[in-house]
């Protein structure tokens, strides 16, 4: 283990408190749950703020999934994956795009080389029964499961993310070395990147941190944290990343959305003009009249906002399209069949790529789904949204209005009337 110090001085709080440096960056969890820690204590002490290395994470852990299965799944069209290859004696990387023809894995060098695989969870449903265990966290923050598979010595270089991400350790042995001057009560690194490389690879990356994790181990890392993982023997590493848009991403998206419903009457307007003393002047008084009239346009309306963020963040950065079945000349279903069904033992099994979210809207509720928006009770819509299968119970304990959404959504793609007969376990949590 190597470890540099940063720069020491700070003295404890006046509450007689240690002071936030102090705090440990890595324990041992074992027998006390993934964190190691209430998860009020975690995210108080640690979320956004510094990172932790969590031994024993997940006891005994097992992947659910083998590389040759992920390697599989790269080859598979509408899976998003990439192979990245390091030739360390010109510090040369290579990114190469799939998906990947079947045969391409065999030819891969012994070392040096990395595939990653984006929502993984939405495929292999032990993957996705990790996610229970991050609850803690609003279901909409979390983004996907990234399974990679390094060969010894692969790696994707010293970077940063722009978002909370937990490392776990699901097969093999990574090393990973940080940079957590800034946790340590230091300055903040710089993060300028290489320009000679065609992913974002830091320039300069001097760790404070260097740490071998296991099976079952895991990393939480807050944003703009440098790291770099090196696999010390063939490894799988599942990444549960969050999503956190960008300040100009929503303002896009906001202005966007305001724009298509802008009232044209509502425009600059200046009845209190007086004489300007320059006429090719834009004065303060213009440049007020400016800002009032995109205030006419904003609008503070919370329920006009909120319904403007729920659509946007069920549908940002979602990999997937979800679309009505294919039911060929079947006509659909209908409601009483449906129920009988689900009476039946049936049950209506969520897509993995529809997005759920509800906001409170006055008296009622607005449930978010992929961006379009549905009016129900708040009871209903926290049931919906909380529920990756609707059994009979569920479903009945619904009023009759959110019912007819359910069915709506049904018939739109999102879910999938399993028959009992037909349903597959989905108790494996993938521990």
Same mark, same amino acid.
């Given at each position: ?37 209430? @998860? ?6 640690? $979320? ?27 080859? %598979? ?5 990439? *192979? *990245? ?41 032990? #993957? ?25 010595? !692969? ?20 090393? $990973? ?55 010390? =023997? ?26 298509? =419903? ?18 090719? %002047? #834009? ?35 979602? !990999? ?10 079947? @006509?659909?279903?209908?409601? *009483? ?5 689900? %009476? ?18 006055? =008296? ?23 529920? @990756? ?43």
């Amino acid at each position: 283990m190597t470890t540099r110090k940063a720069p020491s001085g700070r003295k404890a709080s006046s509450s007689g408190k240690a002071p936030a440096h102090d705090l440990p960056l890595e324990i041992d969890a074992a027998g006390k749950g993934p964190l190691g820690m209430p @998860p009020a204590d975690f995210l108080r002490d640690y $979320w956004q703020k510094r990172p932790l290395l969590i031994r024993n994470a997940f006891p005994g852990y097992s992947s659910p999934i083998a590389p040759e299965d992920l390697a599989g799944l790269a080859c %598979e069209d509408g899976v998003l994956a990439r *192979i *990245i290859e390091h030739d360390r004696a010109c510090d040369a990387w290579t990114v190469r795009q799939g998906p990947f023809a079947e045969e391409a894995f065999p030819a891969m060098p012994h070392q040096d080389w990395t595939l990653l695989v984006q929502d993984v969870d939405k495929w292999d449903p032990d #993957i996705a029964g990790l996610l229970r265990h991050f609850g803690f966290l609003p279901r909409w923050r979390l983004d996907d499961i990234m399974v990679s598979f390094a060969a010894p010595g !692969g790696s994707v270089g010293a970077h940063v993310d722009q978002y909370d991400v937990f490392l776990l350790q699901a097969h093999g042995h990574r090393r $990973w070395t940080i940079d957590a001057s800034v946790a340590m009560g230091g300055t903040e690194p710089p993060l300028d990147f290489r320009d000679d490389v065609d992913i974002k690879l830091l320039r300069e990356f001097t760790p404070t941190h260097d740490r071998v994790l296991g099976p079952g181990d895991m990393l939480y890392l807050p944003p703009n944290v440098p790291h770099h993982g090196v696999a010390e =023997d063939a490894c799988l590493t599942f990444s549960v990343g969050m999503r956190a848009p960008s300040a100009a991403e929503l303002l896009g998206d906001l202005a966007d959305s305001l724009l298509a =419903d802008a009232d044209d009457t509502l425009r600059y307007a200046d009845p209190d003009l007086a004489l300007p003393d320059d006429p090719a %002047e #834009i004065d303060d008084a213009a440049m007020a009249r400016v800002v009032h009239a995109l205030d006419l346009l904003r609008s503070d309306d919370p329920q006009r906002l909120g319904d403007w963020f729920g659509r946007f963040i069920t549908l940002y950065r979602n !990999g997937g399209e979800v679309a009505a079945p294919d039911g060929g000349d079947a @006509p659909p279903r209908s409601r *009483i069949e449906v129920e009988w069904d689900l %009476e039946h033992g049936a049950g209506l099994h969520r897509h993995p790529y529809s997005r759920m979210a509800w906001r409170r809207s006055g =008296d009622d509720a607005q449930l978010f789904v992929n961006g379009e928006a549905y009016a129900m009770p708040a009871a209903d819509a926290a049931a919906i949204a909380n529920a @990756p299968v609707l059994g009979d119970a569920a479903y009945a304990a619904l009023t009759p209005h959110a019912r007819g959404c359910v069915l709506a959504l049904l018939e739109a793609g999102h879910y999938q009337l399993v028959l009992e007969d037909d349903g597959d376990d989905d108790s494996d949590d993938g521990e």
